[in-house]
């Protein structure tokens, strides 16, 4: 069992900056890939970034490439998504997600692919 916690949303001005976090709970925290997706209100839940669970590779959504950078800390179980250059469109909760061995690209695109999921985070981007 994997609980995993996000902090760190709020509101910013478009150009801004936050940085999300992700802490899960266990020992095998390492075993896990980790994903971000996010959400608005009557639409699906959308890919963002991943980070294989050898940390070896990052994968983001085209909307996100070269803004957002996605980074884990196995000895602190956290992730960390930095968002810089911000716009009113990245307005959404989002979610951190684990899937258990992830590496590959493809599957760690669909939110029904990974094991176990956070409450979520608002973040707001003002015009």
């Known amino acids: 069992q994997v609980q995993l916690v996000e902090s760190g949303g709020g509101l910013v001005q478009a150009g801004g900056s936050l940085r999300l976090s992700c802490a899960a709970s266990?020992?095998?925290?390492?075993?896990?890939?980790m994903g971000w997706f996010r959400q608005v209100p009557g639409k699906e839940r959308e890919f963002v970034a991943a980070?294989?669970?050898?940390?070896?590779?990052?994968y983001y959504a085209n909307s996100v490439k070269g803004r957002f950078t996605l980074s884990r800390d196995n000895a602190r179980n956290t992730v960390y998504l930095q968002m810089n250059s911000l716009k009113p469109e990245d307005t959404a909760v989002y979610y951190c997600?684990?899937?258990?061995?992830?590496?590959?690209?493809?599957?760690?695109?669909?939110?029904?692919?990974?094991?176990?999921w956070g409450q979520g985070t608002q973040v707001t981007v003002s015009s």
């Open positions: 997600a684990a899937r258990f061995r992830g590496e590959t690209m493809a599957p760690m695109l669909t939110p029904a692919n990974y094991n176990y």
């Open positions: 266990g020992r095998t925290f390492s075993s896990y890939a």
């Open positions: 980070i294989t669970w050898s940390g070896s590779s990052t």
